[in-house]
């Protein structure tokens, strides 16, 4: 009974102090986040995929209050269309992904609009048929997004990003190789500290 009071003194004087409550630099600092992610395919190149669903977890950096650095490793699952539409299975996966985001507003705004751009590797396995549409490869990445703050440290957030990937793959192409164009709409949920 002695250690309740205790314990609601040293509460009080962390959230008093602002340990757990931001300041005016409330958008500088680590975030880590997580959301799902769905892929629509703009150009039909080979393999030809059908719009797949997935998750995304990210680790960011804002180092400055208009600019951060983030990292995501995303991965969808994907069906193959028209001359592969028994083809499903496939996994899409962009491990890891770097952008460097720009955030346009000052002054830690609540809504928080943003546009990044970076490179990515990515990965694309074989599926349920052995017809060899796995590879990897290169990429690049723009996207335009916002974060919402719901709390000081805790955001949500919307983005749409545009992938042109080059993968080397064994597809029976001459030179061994084939470009996808997904375009990813992301949710996210992030905690800031």
């Excluded at 990292?71 to 699952?77: K, V």
């Excluded at 064994?170 to 061994?176: H, K, V, Y």
Aim: charged share 10%; proline share 5%; net charge negative.
């Amino acid at each position: 009974m002695k250690k309740m009071p205790m314990w609601i003194f040293l509460v009080t004087i962390l959230f008093g102090n602002g340990l757990f409550s931001k300041t005016a630099e409330a958008r500088q600092g680590f975030a880590v986040g997580v959301g799902p992610i769905g892929n629509i395919f703009l150009i039909d190149t080979l393999p030809i995929m059908d719009p797949g669903l997935g998750g995304h977890v990210f680790f960011q950096y804002r180092f400055q209050e208009q600019l951060a650095f983030e990292t995501t490793f995303m991965m969808t699952t994907q069906d193959g269309n028209d001359t592969v539409s028994s083809e499903g299975g496939i996994l899409f996966l962009g491990m890891p992904t770097v952008d460097i985001k720009y955030y346009f507003l000052k002054n830690d705004p609540k809504f928080d609009p943003f546009v990044s751009t970076g490179l990515g590797l990515y990965w694309l396995t074989e599926g349920k048929i052995s017809n060899n549409t796995g590879g990897f490869g290169l990429g690049s990445q723009l996207g335009l997004g916002f974060d919402y703050y719901v709390t000081d440290t805790i955001s949500v957030g919307f983005q749409g990003t545009f992938r042109p990937i080059a993968l080397i793959t064994n597809l029976g192409t001459p030179s061994g190789s084939t470009a996808i164009f997904p375009y990813s709409l992301m949710g996210n949920v992030a905690f800031h500290f």
